[in-house]
């Protein structure tokens, strides 16, 4: 099976503007989530999406967005781009397994470079 | 509230000996304990993983362990070589019914030839 991936992958973008991420789970993977990692703060938990519907979200501001389609793909925003938005954002795919916190798998990340 | 805090930050052995990454999370709902391992510039790869009912689980050179009492457990890794260079993660589960994770702040972990 081909593992997760993520588009772009890289941007780079500058202050005000709004960008919008990509993740292609496993096939067969119904849960993502995206992380933010950074060196300062490591790999931070942004927001979780299962059967098109945010299950979870991380104390991220209002100007970080996601959203999961029909067929599991999901998206993340970011509007009104700061300096400190810079980071590599991660997104991960599990199987989802009721009842427990399944196994996830990583995607390539997308490098987001604020100017 | 939760928190994972996973030590050393940095650990440089030589090829053979044995490395050993111990976190400590907060909150007593996590059942689940994966380990992922970042290369330079690529995604972190899971390379073991633990359930809260089982207290130690091996993987070839790779070992964790769980102590649920004291909230804390260990990567293992004996028999080091240079491609086991990389910065090590530990993660904490969130509850039952989310996918969340809460992540260690890292481990760069150096094996000299």
């Known amino acids: 099976k081909a593992g997760v991936t993520q588009t772009p992958r890289y941007l780079i973008k500058t202050r005000g503007q709004q960008v919008t991420l990509s993740c292609s789970p496993i096939?067969?993977?119904?849960?993502v989530s995206w992380y933010q990692q950074t060196p300062g703060q490591g790999l931070q938990f942004l927001f979780e999406?299962?059967?098109?519907?945010?299950?979870n979200k991380g104390n991220f501001p209002g100007r970080f967005s996601g959203r999961q389609f029909s067929n599991s793909r999901s998206e993340m925003n970011v509007s009104t781009l700061e300096l400190g938005d810079s980071a590599l954002y991660l997104c991960?795919?599990?199987?989802?397994?009721?009842?427990?916190?399944?196994?996830?798998?990583f995607g390539p990340g997308t490098r987001l470079t604020v100017l | 509230g939760e928190n994972v805090e996973q030590h050393p930050s940095t650990l440089s052995v030589q090829e053979g000996d044995s490395a050993v990454i111990k976190c400590t999370y907060s909150?007593?709902?996590?059942?689940?304990f994966p380990w992922y391992k970042q290369e330079l510039g690529k995604r972190p790869q899971l390379i073991i993983d633990i359930r809260s009912n089982v207290g130690e689980k091996k993987d070839q050179r790779i070992a964790v362990t769980l102590n649920k009492t004291a909230k804390h457990f260990s990567l293992h890794i004996t028999e080091t070589q240079p491609e086991d260079s990389a910065v090590y993660f530990c993660?904490?589960?969130?509850?039952?019914?989310?996918?969340?994770?809460?992540f260690g702040t890292g481990t760069r972990l150096q094996v000299f030839p």
């Open positions: 096939s067969g993977h119904r849960s």
């Open positions: 993660a904490a589960s969130y509850d039952l019914n989310t996918d969340k994770l809460i």
């Open positions: 999406y299962f059967s098109e519907t945010q299950r």
């Open positions: 991960a795919s599990s199987l989802e397994v009721a009842g427990r916190t399944d196994t996830q798998y």
């Open positions: 909150d007593s709902a996590s059942n689940y």
